[in-house]
């Protein structure tokens, strides 16, 4: 069986037990343990603690979690990855990461921590924040012969970038990403699949604005990202059933399958008036395995 992947995201602060308590009865298929921007330095340490104790909370039909440690490059990372690491999270989110030498990095410290508790090395999975420096871009393409066995997805970010390069607006003034932003999240997804790992669709943060939220998930899962960061619990529910093949999806994907089957030997069929081929049967192989994934879960 396919394993389903993370469709729901969600940032919870680190230093917020109420907040913590809450979200693992969300749905969300993951939470986000953050340590980076929802905590200020000065509370950085107390909030190691309150993650270390969040992740003793995990529940077996609960939701994944993972923490978002502080950047590479700063003070607060290997305390970070000390503290956090004996809790044993699902995985952890690495922001602003220049490219998959600091993936690599991180890796060998995990590796250093996991041997120290009598952890499973490996077990501790790697989501890099892709596109957070103006150099980060330039080696999206570098993932997919990294080797990083830890790599479980690929995500991107609009806002840390937008400062590092002096923008002052990220959006188009239809409302959408302007063109640089368009760019790199297209190469983030590109180079997620030429890795063979997850898609994850950056947030929205209009989170009161749910019809945006669905039509831009439906946008995002069409063109193939796997799943999507939240940054409030009430954006768990939409982006869930956008990334879930719904019955139309499944049903029309039952029906190629069963046209090939019905002509094991024919390159392509016609179905609904249209001509199907090869590319066509993959894809809805694609959309029923993720669709017995999701039932399983």
């Not at 917020?16 to 343990?33: N, P, Q, R, T």
């Amino acid at each position: 069986m396919t394993e389903a992947p993370l469709r729901s995201m969600l940032f919870v602060p680190g230093d917020s037990e109420k907040k913590f308590a809450k979200a693992m009865d969300i749905g969300a298929d993951a939470l986000i343990l953050d340590l980076e921007d929802s905590v200020s330095p000065a509370k950085k340490p107390g909030a190691r603690d309150t993650v270390l104790e969040m992740l003793a909370q995990r529940r077996p039909e609960g939701p994944e979690l993972w923490v978002r440690i502080n950047p590479l490059d700063t003070e607060f990372v290997l305390d970070d990855l000390a503290a956090i690491v004996k809790g044993r999270p699902d995985g952890i989110i690495a922001p602003k990461t220049n490219g998959p030498a600091d993936v690599r990095q991180l890796g060998h410290y995990l590796d250093a921590l996991e041997a120290r508790d009598g952890t499973e090395r490996g077990s501790i999975r790697i989501i890099p924040v892709a596109t957070e420096t103006a150099r980060a871009p330039f080696t999206l393409g570098d993932f997919a012969d990294a080797g990083l066995t830890r790599l479980l997805g690929l995500t991107w970010g609009a806002e840390d970038i937008s400062t590092a390069i002096g923008a002052t607006t990220n959006m188009a003034p239809d409302g959408r990403w302007a063109l640089t932003y368009r760019t790199i999240r297209s190469l983030c997804l590109l180079a997620a699949k030429a890795a063979g790992v997850q898609a994850l669709e950056t947030v929205a943060t209009d989170f009161r604005d749910e019809e945006a939220l669905r039509r831009s998930s439906r946008e995002a899962q069409r063109e193939g990202f796997t799943g999507r960061m939240a940054i409030h619990p009430a954006q768990v529910a939409p982006i869930n059933e956008s990334f879930t093949p719904d019955t139309e999806d499944v049903d029309f994907a039952r029906r190629v399958v069963d046209a090939f089957a019905a002509q094991p030997d024919a390159g392509t069929v016609g179905l609904d008036g249209k001509m199907l081929d090869i590319p066509h049967l993959k894809q809805a192989q694609q959309v029923l395995a993720l669709h017995d994934a999701y039932s399983n879960r």
